[in-house]
């Protein structure tokens, strides 16, 4: 047995040496004990940041009646990610990735208990909702990157694609049931204390941050060295702009982040009212529900059949698709055929961001993971604050419907021709030794 495996990671599977590459298994990442209990936590993690927004942006809309906090929820909670994800990523480059997922847990608990206090002492002004929000987001831009490194470390190269969808889906999942759960601690223990119940779900995640034998950088052994500075970030993204392929997987997060990014969620209760569903009962219900499905069962299908590789064609496909899809629902009008599209499009979505993410993992140089993916951070969240943006503005001239449809269409050009940018170019310069050999080469063939 390995170094590796004898401080507690996976093991080899039968007959595969360790200097082999091992051929993946489906739902290989749940095999382990240590991934299948972070992908489970991660799950209840995410499920709680989503509980914490239906308990807080209903006590705050009742308390406030502010249209300018309800786009400042939006904006704090992806300007984070805007502003620091490099940041955060050179951070879980330099240190244990546990305990800066273990920060990020207990600033979730942190902010969920303020809001348990100020609620019921009745004292929230509007500077302290915005300093919550504000800190919530920091804590979502601290976990992304290090929770990369550490999907990284709990499988093999081969498995490592499945580890991504996976850890995606179980975050859809935490997406889809947050409303519901959320919802009933509202109706069920009031804002007050369901806001503190809801404290209880990151924890797992907090603990096991205590126990995993992972830190991030167990697989490469490659830890950032000296101090940390902007300057090193930038000669990074230089190093690997001659990767065309790992440049324009981070371009397509972007473009999706800018052009559709949270879009739907918002304008659902407007599209819901034009299908002529209302704004509220079962039919608005089965749309938020169909959008966050899409997602859910794609990751279990796509991981099911192995039939997609992480590939930049498979990239630019499901990201094509994900546009086409969000274009029909935004132009047709037919309630039924929304549904439908809505479902689709989660599978397509769901599969473009596990495959980019993916690819990003495969590319990235081990010694600087943690800063490409930062940068990945910045380009595939931070960008959702743009997108707010754009609803606005263009929300304005041709109406909302109009600019979700715009901007599909601009999704599907700009995802063509990206998916041209990687084939054409290639990737130049590197080594097998470098982090952009072998793979790099199979996954531009692939296209």
């Known amino acids: 047995m390995c170094a590796r495996c004898e401080a507690g ?12 590459q091992a051929a993946p298994r489906k739902f290989g990442a749940l095999r382990d004990r240590h991934s299948r209990a972070y992908l489970i936590s991660a799950g209840l993690s995410m499920m709680a940041d ?28 992806w300007l984070p990610f805007l502003l620091g994800s490099v940041w955060f990523g050179t951070l879980a480059e ?21 809001w348990g206090v100020l609620f019921a002492t009745g004292s929230l002004q509007m500077w302290s909702a915005c300093v919550l929000l504000v800190l919530h987001g920091v804590a979502g831009a601290m976990w992304a990157p290090a929770e990369q490194l550490m999907l990284h470390d709990f499988v093999d ?32 223990l009031g804002a007050e ?19 995993i034998p992972f830190t991030g950088h167990t697989r490469d052994g490659d830890q950032l060295a000296g101090k940390i500075t902007f300057a090193d970030t930038g000669r990074v993204l230089r190093e690997v702009r001659a990767n065309r392929v790992l440049i324009s997987m981070i371009a397509l997060s972007g473009l999706t982040a800018v052009t559709i990014g949270g ?38 299908l796509l991981e099911a059949t192995g039939t997609i590789r992480a590939t930049t ?40 961001m596990s495959i980019t993410q993916s690819i990003v993992q495969l590319e990235a140089p081990p010694g600087d993971r943690g800063r490409v993916f930062g940068v990945f951070g910045v380009f595939s969240s931070g960008f959702r604050t743009a997108n707010g943006i754009t609803l606005s503005v263009f929300g304005l001239l041709v109406g909302t419907a109009g600019t ?25 310069g590197g080594g097998p030794g470098d982090g952009l050999g072998v793979d790099a080469e199979r996954v531009e063939q692939a296209f």
């Not at 989503?50 to 909670?77: D, K, M």
């Not at 209302?278 to 990751?299: D, H, I, Q, R």
């Open 263 to 300: 879009a739907l969620q918002v304008a659902m209760p407007i599209f819901s009212a034009d299908l002529g569903a209302g704004t509220s009962g079962t039919a608005y219900g089965v749309l938020l529900f169909a959008n966050g499905a899409g997602g859910v069962l794609g990751g279990f």
């Open 9 to 20: 990671g996976a093991t080899h599977q039968p007959g595969v040496t360790p200097g082999q």
């Open 157 to 188: 190269r081969a498995e490592l694609p499945s580890a991504v969808r996976l850890n995606a889906t179980f975050r859809s999942l935490g997406v889809l049931f947050g409303p519901a759960v959320g919802s009933a601690l509202l109706l069920g």
């Open 193 to 211: 204390w369901g806001i503190f119940a809801n404290v209880l779900f990151y924890l797992p995640m907090t603990l096991l941050m205590t126990r």
């Open 313 to 352: 064609g498979a990239a630019v496909v499901s990201s094509a698709l994900f546009g086409a899809t969000t274009l029909v629902f935004a132009t047709l009008g037919n309630y039924p055929l929304a549904v439908v599209m809505l479902v689709v499009g989660g599978v397509a979505n769901m599969a473009s």
């Open 404 to 428: 979700v449809a715009l901007c599909s269409v601009l999704l599907v050009l700009g995802t063509l021709v990206l998916g041209l940018y990687a084939r054409s170019g290639g990737r130049r």
């Open 50 to 77: 989503n509980n914490e927004h239906v308990i807080t942006y209903w006590v705050l809309w009742q308390r406030f009646h502010s249209p300018a906090l309800v786009g400042f929820e939006v904006i704090s909670h």
């Open 94 to 114: 330099k240190y244990d990735c546990r305990k800066l997922i273990g920060i990020s847990q207990g600033l979730f608990m942190l902010v969920s208990f303020s």
